[in-house]
């Protein structure tokens, strides 16, 4: 983003690598995880039955955003008077939930179609730290002829294999949400979060066009002389809301500089920024 030779070298670095091209494919997944742990490699033992909903995200640029919340209780393979307290009933099968989220985690093709996804894996349990180490997890979905997204997959490396498993734990694709074309979007105007003119280096700014890709993935670009561009996006630990084709909110942080700079927003259905819009940050 800071000059076209770099802008050049992304892209030739895409294509060589074979990462996903943003026109093609879907931008953001949704499913279900259901599947079983293995009964003897994992602590506590199991079978435990593993369900709940996860989404994914791409953002375009050769990453993607993962989250799961999964519930976990031993099946009733388990029960015997080994692991059953008889007082406690349906409470022994150690029902607990887990949430799941990878950020700006690795795209990848896979060679027999579809894409996988990787990176470091946040954990909770019941809303609270796991008790094992760091983990990585990988992320597949792939499909078939009619249906080319199907198929998830997660596999646990590092730490977390110790209760989930070394297996793949598999679930269903449900609903792909992609880019109908490549179509540039619109920049119309830039507001305060009252829609006024003046716009504050600490504020939240209000982007009005048209062309935004609705199920998120944009960024805004903010480029001005003397200094390198600033890049607001769903993944730089600000508030960011772009599920509008018409509207994305974004909280400066006190990033921009005061002074003029030039604006431009990147959407995730199209490799072509919307026009350029001069603003002041005060």
Not at 48 to 57: I, K, Q
Not at 121 to 137: C, E, H, R
Not at 233 to 240: A, V
Request: charged share 10%.
């Amino acid at each position: 983003m800071k000059n076209k030779t770099g802008g050049c070298a992304l892209l030739l670095l895409a294509v060589a690598t074979g990462l996903l091209a943003q026109t093609s494919t879907p931008s953001q997944f949704s499913g279900v995880i259901h599947d079983y742990s293995p009964a003897t490699t994992v602590t506590p033992m199991g079978p435990w039955e593993m369900r709940g909903s996860w989404t994914l995200t791409l953002d375009g640029t050769g990453k993607g955003d993962f989250s799961a919340a999964l519930t976990m209780e031993l099946s009733d393979y388990t029960r015997n008077s080994s692991n059953v307290d008889a007082t406690s009933g349906a409470d022994s099968r150690m029902q607990h939930t887990h949430n799941i989220t990878i950020q700006g985690g690795t795209v990848a093709q896979v060679a027999t179609g579809g894409f996988e996804l990787t990176g470091p894996a946040s954990i909770t349990k019941d809303g609270g730290p796991v008790p094992f180490p760091a983990s990585t997890l990988s992320v597949t979905i792939t499909g078939g002829k009619t249906v080319e997204f199907s198929n998830i997959t997660l596999q646990f490396q590092g730490g977390a294999p110790v209760h989930f498993g070394t297996q793949l734990i598999h679930g269903v694709v449900s609903s792909p949400a992609g880019c109908a074309q490549d179509t540039a979007p619109v920049l119309t105007a830039v507001t305060n979060g009252s829609y006024g003119a003046t716009l504050s280096g600490t504020g939240t700014i209000l982007v009005w066009g048209q062309g935004f890709t609705q199920s998120g993935g944009n960024s805004l670009v903010f480029q001005s002389s003397g200094n390198q561009d600033v890049v607001f996006s769903e993944t730089d630990g600000l508030y960011f809301w772009d599920f509008a084709t018409g509207q994305i909110n974004a909280s400066l942080g006190g990033l921009l500089a005061p002074g003029a700079w030039t604006l431009t927003v990147h959407s995730a259905c199209s490799t072509t920024p919307s026009n350029s819009l001069s603003t002041t940050i005060n």
